[in-house]
């Protein structure tokens, strides 16, 4: 059955519908639940089949010091930060952090005074800075293998722990390292239960956020959540609104200025609620029960979709979370590292979508599918995913405003997407089997991911 869509014309924009949507106006219906689904299942079937997973998730740090930390008296959850190409951005940031503080005291996080740049810096101290979050919360950046060295040198001596993840490579793989959205943030929480366990589940909860968050407006600290989540000790998470665009640093020091000017500097009533949300960017997550239920986000969303899917899992089961669309997450556009790691990062993620949507594209068409995925505009051809990208992309009077678009990374690159695309929003509206979805977010089924400390 081939799916019903239209080019999403504004793809590849800074919006996040324009970043990681290729299709829009998609005709989803009840017909199409089997191939919806088959999408979600051929993921988890594709890394299995090639051996890619279940495999040990190495985890690289100063191990003996981390537990040390973590069992000091009085520690707080920690806050892990999900990073690439980015360790000279957070250095300066936290360089800024410290010239800040001592024109301009700020208490706490959330003090917006920390965000005012005062000594004109031009850059913003992110919201997991040490001087921010305070000396009894540890904060762990997770970085890929390959960027470990150049994050340990970038910041060595600034009060943050980094943690360099890889998956083991099984003999003769097609892919070198598994990488992308979905792998970084898997690697992220089996940190956290790792972390957990050995260091004497002295906390339950865990904080993840992007690197380049900064603030969060309307938001009263770490520690008004986590009382949260405590009185609900059964929910999955804390999600607040997401930024839908990266700021440029005048515009937050505008922001926290004019805040702190009307004398909401320390913001401390509790934002909006909601029933649910996109969970993304900022969160705090319940790492004894994602330990206990074997939940994570799921490895096969590579380049997008990687939190939505969870939201929309959470949605479905259902699993209760707590949602503050009151709250909304502030990010600073930030400078990229341009380092050999990253680009090495980078070739990985390449490599590993090349060889998912070579899957995807290749077999004789059957129904239901996949693969191979198949498309059609309204009154034209069915045809191939892989096909329908390649022809808009290359089409001079048609092709959309992307960076590259005629190279052949950039075009696997939006079939990818396209097919994260359709299965979460195939699940948003009512048309994918939960189960599918459920085995992305359970690679390992009911038993716990192998873990090497390194």
Not at 89 to 113: K, M
Not at 427 to 449: H, P, S
């Amino acid at each position: 059955m081939a799916i019903q869509v239209e080019r999403n014309m504004s793809y590849g924009g800074n919006l996040v519908t324009q970043k990681y949507q290729p299709l829009q106006a998609v005709s989803y219906d009840a017909t199409g639940r089997a191939t919806y689904s088959a999408l979600a299942s051929n993921r988890v079937r594709l890394l299995k089949d090639l051996h890619l997973l279940p495999q040990p998730l190495e985890l690289r740090t100063t191990w003996t010091d981390v537990i040390t930390a973590e069992n000091k008296s009085g520690q707080l959850p920690p806050i892990v930060v999900i990073s690439s190409n980015r360790s000279r951005w957070i250095a300066a940031g936290i360089a800024a952090c410290s010239l800040q503080v001592e024109v301009q005291p700020f208490s706490v996080a959330h003090d917006l005074n920390a965000l005012t740049d005062t000594v004109n810096v031009r850059q913003s101290p992110p919201l997991y800075a040490p001087a921010r979050t305070g000396s009894n919360r540890n904060v762990y950046i997770v970085v890929h293998i390959l960027e470990y060295e150049q994050y340990r040198t970038a910041l060595h001596g600034l009060g943050m722990t980094v943690v360099g993840w890889s998956f083991r490579q099984p003999e003769g793989s097609p892919v070198g390292h598994l990488a992308g959205f979905g792998a970084s943030r898997f690697a992220a929480i089996e940190f956290c239960k790792e972390l957990r366990r050995v260091s004497g589940n002295r906390w339950d909860y865990a904080w993840l956020l992007d690197d380049n968050v900064v603030g969060i407006t309307s938001w009263p600290g770490y520690v008004y959540f986590e009382d949260r989540l405590a009185e609900e000790r059964k929910h999955l998470c804390v999600g607040f609104k997401a930024g839908t665009l990266a700021e440029q640093q005048a515009d937050i020091k505008k922001w926290a200025t004019d805040e702190v000017r009307a004398g909401r500097g320390i913001p401390t009533d509790p934002p909006r609620r909601t029933a649910s949300g996109l969970v993304q960017q900022a969160s705090l997550w319940n790492i004894r029960e994602l330990t206990d239920s074997f939940l994570n986000f799921g490895p096969a969303f590579i380049t997008s979709a990687e939190d939505v899917s969870f939201c929309k899992y959470m949605d479905l089961a259902p699993a209760p979370y707590l949602f503050f669309e009151g709250a909304k997450i502030r990010k600073e556009a930030a400078r990229s590292d341009n380092s050999k790691g990253a680009e090495k990062v980078k070739e990985a993620m390449a490599a590993f979508t090349r060889c998912v949507v070579n899957a995807e594209s290749a077999g004789a068409v059957t129904n239901p599918t996949p693969p191979p995925v198949m498309l059609k505009l309204a009154g034209g051809a069915d045809q191939r995913l892989s096909t329908f990208i390649m022809n808009w992309f290359n089409d001079p009077v048609k092709r959309p405003p992307v960076e590259e678009v005629i190279d052949h990374k950039t075009q696997r690159k939006a079939m990818c997407q396209a097919v994260e695309q359709l299965i979460i929003e195939s699940c948003a509206r009512g048309f994918l089997d939960r189960d599918a979805l459920t085995a992305n977010l359970k690679i390992n089924g009911d038993v716990a991911q192998v873990v090497a400390r390194v």
